[in-house]
């Protein structure tokens, strides 16, 4: 690829499409505390290994992969949608898959950029909506779309341009919140005003999608839904685990035949 391919690649289009320019804003002003275990982002670090165990074991079945291997995910490309700084694509990438990672927050891409460099990881990082991958023609293995759903402008149209970028016998993860009185009270109120693991304002109840209604949204655009997991947490433990649980965090993977 050229320099002149890649610059053009790397522009941002964030005055368009599925891209809510305040859920930009909010998450650029975090950039710097994305590695920070103990900041603002430490649920999404408590969270990752059940995101990356669900992803992994799913690739390994549905590829026939020896989970057991240093590197299962190894000959896969994989497109991280929302990757802010790199937490789940750079584990992803230690499995050995080809990780794509977009986000039209120009911060959080050069904190990932950055992150990955210490790390001796080759990760193509982004500024790009998933609508531009999908006009282009690029299709992924593994499409993820983790944590973002509920930030979106507009679900159903973000949906599509995911499912479309889906090749034939690939698979897509999505995770997102519920729009339930149990994720009110725990995701917002417990975990934004009570607890303060996120600032105030991270989510927005009303942009929940129930498990049926982004189920629907990825059957109409072409995928069959395969899993639906609920992500759960233990207070005693202080870990997440999965579960049978759908009220408030969940995962969906679909796959296209």
């Keep these: ?10 522009e941002p289009h964030t005055a368009r499409g599925t891209v809510d320019p305040e859920e930009v804003a909010r998450f650029d002003r975090l950039a710097e505390t994305w590695w920070d275990p103990h900041g603002p982002m430490r649920p999404l670090h408590r969270f990752n290994p059940v995101r990356v165990e669900f992803i992994r074991d799913l690739a390994a079945n549905h590829f026939a992969r020896d989970i057991r291997s240093d590197a299962p995910l190894a000959g896969l490309n994989i497109l991280d949608i929302g990757c802010g700084g790199g937490v789940l694509s750079e584990p992803l990438a230690r499995l050995g898959a080809s990780v794509t990672g977009l986000d039209p927050a120009e911060k959080n891409l050069a904190v990932a950029r950055s992150h990955a460099q210490q790390q001796g990881l080759s990760i193509d990082y982004r500024s790009q909506m998933v609508e531009d991958v999908a006009a282009h023609g690029e299709r992924f293995d593994i499409v993820l779309a983790m944590e973002v759903v509920e930030h979106v402008a507009d679900v159903d149209a973000f949906v599509a341009a995911t499912c479309a970028v889906v090749r034939p016998g690939g698979l897509l993860v999505m995770a997102t919140l519920n729009r339930t009185a149990k994720s009110f009270a725990l995701a917002i109120v417990g975990a934004e005003y009570i607890l303060r693991w996120l600032p105030r304002g991270t989510h927005d109840w009303h942009k929940f999608v129930t498990p049926d209604e982004l189920a629907s949204a990825i059957t109409r655009h072409g995928l069959a839904v395969t899993e639906r997991r609920g992500v759960v947490y233990n207070p005693l433990r202080d870990q997440w685990r999965q579960s049978s649980d759908l ?8 796959s296209r035949v």
Excluded: C, D, P
């Design 247 to 254: 009220a408030v965090n969940y995962m969906l993977a679909a």
């Design 1 to 10: 690829m050229t320099g002149a391919q890649q610059n053009e690649r790397a």
